[in-house]
């Protein structure tokens, strides 16, 4: 295959979607055929060259219920606030609004307004990505969302077809069809999809910015060499060389990109997390053993989560190095997020929710065993069995802190809490922590106290305590008083000699 026959077949569909009688399309292939990556590719022309008006992207790696289903759907038409619009809001507005909630009704109504006869004139485009992981087409609560949109409340406008035959609500599904439930008969098309080929890797690679680097004399036959040895490249996988060979570009060290492609390669295996360990943006390697952690993970498992839980999750492992400013801190964790997405270790759900994509290929790194000198929290092992326990929660930044701000069901007090020296050395810490007693998660980085504030002994919720790099700390002798702590921290603080005795005994 290539570059012609990939927008050869691109056109195809679209060519499908324009056709009156075709009502589902099924891209089918084995797992690194690139689906979804064609699936990205003809969403939006198929809007901006007007065969329909709105595309709608449905996960199906992660099982949805009617609920998430419905937010899932209202946040992609503009239905609900995205995180920047929470983020921008007046805290005190935020505070005013706890406990309203939106409801499933209420947010049926919005979906089948938005959904009128005004506002679609084409049609609508529902992708079901990754069919078959978690749900599959006919699914019960899917197949109801699914007739929703093409039901409602002003005269069915996106009903089978409109007046000439055309239909109004087009799916497009990409699935493995290992059991080949899907075929080409009535208003369904299949269409097969083939891994790239080594040519194609290269002619991908070649695009763009990256043509520079096969100026480099000797560069084209290393990396042609190491990709014949891979047949199947998935494009998250051709991403990913190109993102390396980028930073060669850079420091033209032929020596130095042939050593770390050798180094991915071992075996019959190829390792791709071992390509994230090297170079320009290597990641670390605590968040790489999260993705092939063979336990339980609540991140990996829970399905999609809330991008700025996962950066907060990283935070308070350690993952992202010695928390000077939550503010930078919290720019390299989205610089490592964007960095996964565009390798499809990370997935998008939408603008703001991902889901972490299981790997196989083995990390030799074992933080939560001990090895490498760095011990972590293991969030998502130690509390993943616990009833009560529903994650860190959605968070944003505000005035230097890291805080929960609520969800799309309602406006909630703050259950988590990220705090550093530079915010506190503009206010009062025991008025800031007294105005926050329901608090489950606290985070305090390289903070200058001697001892705890007074409003430590009112927590009485309080699940995670990380006391990190807080140089003066002296006494945490209240420590006794949080009776409901499960996991804590307390590291850098070379003056705190000794735990309180009654302590591990409560």
Not at 5 to 22: D, G, N, P, R
Not at 52 to 67: F, G, K, N
Not at 336 to 364: A, P, W
């Amino acid at each position: 295959m290539d570059q012609n026959s990939v927008e050869l077949q691109a056109e195809k569909i679209l060519k499908l979607l324009k056709e009156k009688h075709v009502s589902t399309i099924v891209l089918s292939g084995k797992s690194g055929s690139g689906k979804t990556w064609m699936a990205r590719k003809v969403g939006l022309p198929a809007v901006k060259k007007k065969v329909v008006d709105i595309t709608l992207w449905i996960s199906l790696s992660i099982r949805h219920d009617e609920t998430s289903l419905y937010e899932h759907i209202a946040h992609q038409l503009s239905l609900l606030s995205t995180s920047v619009e929470l983020e921008n809001y007046d805290i005190q507005e935020v505070e005013n609004n706890v406990g309203k909630e939106e409801t499933l009704e209420s947010l049926k109504e919005k979906v089948r307004a938005r959904l009128s006869t005004d506002n679609v004139l084409q049609g609508v485009l529902v992708i079901l990505d990754d069919e078959g992981n978690k749900m599959r087409e006919g699914d019960g609560g899917l197949e109801q969302a699914l007739h929703s949109i093409q039901q409602n409340s002003h005269n069915h406008s996106t009903t089978a077809a409109d007046g000439d035959g055309r239909q109004k609500l087009k799916v497009l599904i990409t699935s493995r069809n290992e059991d080949g439930r899907h075929q080409t008969q009535g208003g369904k098309e299949v269409v097969e999809m083939m891994p790239l080929t080594p040519e194609m890797s290269i002619l991908l690679l070649k695009q763009g910015a990256m043509a520079k680097v096969f100026e480099i004399p000797g560069v084209e036959s290393v990396v042609a060499r190491f990709i014949n040895r891979k047949t199947d490249l998935a494009p998250g996988e051709v991403s990913l060389l190109a993102k390396l060979l980028s930073y060669h570009q850079q420091v033209s060290e032929l020596q130095g990109l042939e050593h770390t492609l050798e180094e991915a390669w071992y075996g019959e295996n190829y390792n791709c997390t071992q390509l994230l360990l090297s170079g320009y943006e290597k990641v670390s390697d605590g968040i790489l053993v999260d993705f092939s952690w063979q336990g339980s993970h609540f991140f990996r498992d829970n399905g999609f989560v809330h991008y700025s839980e996962l950066i907060s999750y990283w935070i308070l492992e350690g993952y992202l190095g010695p928390v000077n400013s939550l503010e930078e801190a919290y720019k390299e964790g989205h610089r490592i997020l964007m960095h996964l997405v565009d390798c499809q270790m990370l997935k998008e759900v939408n603008d703001d929710f991902v889901y972490m994509v299981r790997v196989t290929g083995d990390v030799s790194y074992c933080h939560r065993c001990g090895y490498g000198g760095t011990a972590n929290l293991g969030l998502a092992n130690v509390l993943v069995k616990s009833n009560d326990w529903q994650g860190i929660g959605k968070l944003t930044k505000v005035d230097g802190m890291i805080r929960t701000l609520g969800s799309y069901k309602r406006v909630q007090q703050s259950l988590t809490l990220l705090l550093d020296g530079n915010c506190l050395s503009r206010e009062n810490p025991n008025n800031l922590l007294l105005s926050n007693q329901e608090l489950k998660i606290l985070g305090l980085f390289s903070l200058e106290i001697v001892s705890f504030p007074h409003s430590f002994n009112n927590f009485k919720k309080l699940n995670v305590l990380v006391l990190r790099d807080c140089d003066f700390l002296e006494k945490i002798n209240d420590i006794r008083e949080l009776m409901t702590l499960t996991v804590l921290e307390v590291s850098g603080s070379g003056l705190v000699k000794s735990m309180p005795k009654t302590f591990f005994s409560t």
